[in-house]
């Protein structure tokens, strides 16, 4: 499967180019913007492995919409084209979840290397996402289990190792998930 990538930059030929670059490199560009605020736009409909915004673009630069890109998960990652390697643009890259960027003038011996660590950094990232967010629904459905068998506990007598089982059993007599079943028995004993 071909890798998707939007590419917003404000001067024709540079966009002419770098679509050309990657083109080449059998990459599929999926649009192109010449501001920052068309690019998140297409970055919402297109949903692309890759966005590659220029740092100084109209209406809405490429830190801003980078930002707003990283933070609403529009793209897989974003990769800067600048002109600038200051200490503080850097800075201000890495706060707006930019994972690579490119120092103008762009060549393909740079924005190849460049686009695909930052894809593979970007995949590695939302990998991380869903293990973090897996981890936190079974801890959340483990402390309600353990709540559920506690109030079972004291309220008919039962030890730890029943309460669980009961829990157990009605999940499979039911058909649904253990928590299912504990947040169910939290409602009817704490009302």
Known sequence: MS?????????????????????????DVVG???????????CKKQRPDLAILDVKMPLLDGITAAKKITQENLAGAVLLLTAYSSESFIEKAKQAGVLSYVVKPVTKESLLPAAEIAMHRGREIENI??????????LESRVMVDR??????SQNEMTE???????RKMSMDKRCSMQEIASTILMSIEG
């Open 3 to 27: 890798k998707r990538i939007v590419i917003a930059d404000d001067e024709p030929i540079t966009r002419m180019d770098v679509a050309e670059m990657l083109q080449e490199a059998g990459y």
């Open 161 to 167: 190792e029943a309460a669980y089982n009961y829990i």
């Open 32 to 42: 192109k913007a010449s501001d920052g605020f068309d690019a998140v736009e297409i």
């Open 148 to 153: 559920a068998k506690s109030a079972l506990m």
């Open 129 to 138: 996402k869903k293990a973090h967010e897996k981890t936190a629904r079974r």
